[in-house]
């Protein structure tokens, strides 16, 4: 049918140049004349292709709020990200999970009921994301004014936000990026036990929770919207455990039987395996855990290396402009490690990308020891990662 559209549209293209009195009207125009010209618009790529990437979780706890301060009741997060904005940078859209709430009125707080300064997420912006998913088993931790203020900062930074809502009858997100429509959605396992801080009513729509019968629904209401191609950022699991759960592979091959084709997971702290699953033509992605973007949580604080490490997950989409389908074309790991070291007298953060240090492209020194703990990250984290790649179908 689009080829008889196309050859249609050859055929006016044609008739609009001779009734407009060019030189051509004058020359004898073959059928194979037309059909060169049809064939020629048929063999150019008619593609379209973007890139999304997708971090873990982003905490700050105490020290990390008391090393970015700057100045009486001043922040500044922005040097955490320095290592790692290019990659955020330079995708056509980036998403997080923002797991703590922004209340500046309130006297700032770390575990175990964050509230973090709304500069922040100023320091995302600033860092490339455009849009954080905040269901997240934190999200409560201030109440119902800890959901409200962090949306409005959010919102007033410039950025998105998926997972909680400050008004009920609130549709799943819909972006468009370079002509490919994008399904967002975003699920949490619970909100540790906070839930008393809402209405029933407030809580029905406030926050995601993983609750299959909706997510179902969701999927179809992007489905019947007839996106390209439907993420869903969803916190679950057990923390700690590098291997992911019964209940999280179940639910992520339910979720892909739905309709989901890609599914970023946090909330374990550390990083668990991928899974490429194909269904109805289509391979589609599933990561169980991106492990920590940023927090304090270390080998030091915690007797947990695994803590320290995390992976950015880049994947490229193609869609055919002739057929309408698409496809997940390439997917990139790019793992992370968080560096805390002193300067000044004060403890500092940075995410640093990982094969970054190891081929001397970071621009830092560091000393013996940091170096073999960036190589274990490395040999860790890559190892309990598949290369997807391999095993798309294409």
């Not at 959605?185 to 406030?206: A, F, W």
């Not at 492990?291 to 947990?304: A, D, V």
């Not at 057929?323 to 004060?346: F, H, L």
């Amino acid at each position: 049918m689009k080829r008889r559209y196309i050859f249609i549209l050859t055929l006016m293209i044609v008739l609009i140049i001779i009734l407009s009195g060019c030189e051509i009207y004058h020359e004898k125009i073959s059928k194979e004349d037309i059909e060169d010209v049809q064939e020629d618009i048929l063999e150019k790529p008619q593609l379209e292709s973007i890139s999304v990437l997708a971090a873990g979780d982003i905490m700050f706890h105490i020290p990390q709020i008391d090393s970015a301060r700057i100045g009486a009741g001043e922040y500044d997060f922005s040097p955490v990200f320095k290592y790692v904005k290019k990659y955020i940078q330079d995708t056509d859209i980036s998403i997080a999970n923002f797991e703590t709430v922004t209340v500046d009125e309130r006297k700032y707080s770390g575990f175990p009921r964050f509230n973090s300064p709304s500069t922040s997420i100023l320091a995302l912006k600033d860092a490339g994301f455009d849009i954080l998913s905040t269901a997240n088993n934190h999200c409560l931790d201030q109440g119902k004014q800890g959901i409200i203020s962090t949306l409005k900062n959010i919102e007033g930074t410039g950025l998105k936000s998926i997972g909680t809502y400050d008004s009920p009858q609130i549709e799943p997100m819909i972006e468009k990026v370079k002509g490919i429509e994008i399904g967002l959605l975003s699920y949490t396992y619970g909100v540790n036990g906070l839930d008393s801080l809402l209405s029933r009513e407030e809580l029905s729509y406030m926050v995601n929770l993983i609750d299959e019968h909706k997510i179902e629904e969701d999927i179809a209401y992007l489905k019947e919207k007839d996106v390209d191609i439907i993420l869903v950022f969803i916190h679950w699991g057990h923390e700690y455990h590098r291997e992911p759960s019964n209940y999280q592979v179940e639910l992520g091959n339910k979720m892909i039987q739905w309709g989901a084709n890609i599914i970023f997971g946090s909330h374990p702290h550390v990083v668990q395996r991928t899974e490429i699953i194909e269904h109805n033509g289509r391979d589609n992605f599933i990561i169980y855990s991106m492990g920590n973007f940023i927090s304090n949580q270390s080998e030091h604080t915690m007797g947990n290396p695994y803590t320290e490490d995390g992976v950015m997950v880049k994947i490229d989409i193609e869609k055919d402009l002739i057929s309408g389908q698409t496809a997940i074309k390439i997917i990139d790991y790019i793992p992370t490690w968080v560096y805390r070291y002193r300067e000044d007298g004060k403890m500092k953060y940075a995410i640093l990308p990982v094969e970054d240090v190891l081929n001397g492209n970071i621009g830092i020194d560091l000393d013996k020891t940091t170096l073999l703990r960036v190589e274990k990250s490395y040999r860790d984290t890559m190892g309990t990662l598949k290369d997807s790649e391999v095993y798309l179908s294409h």
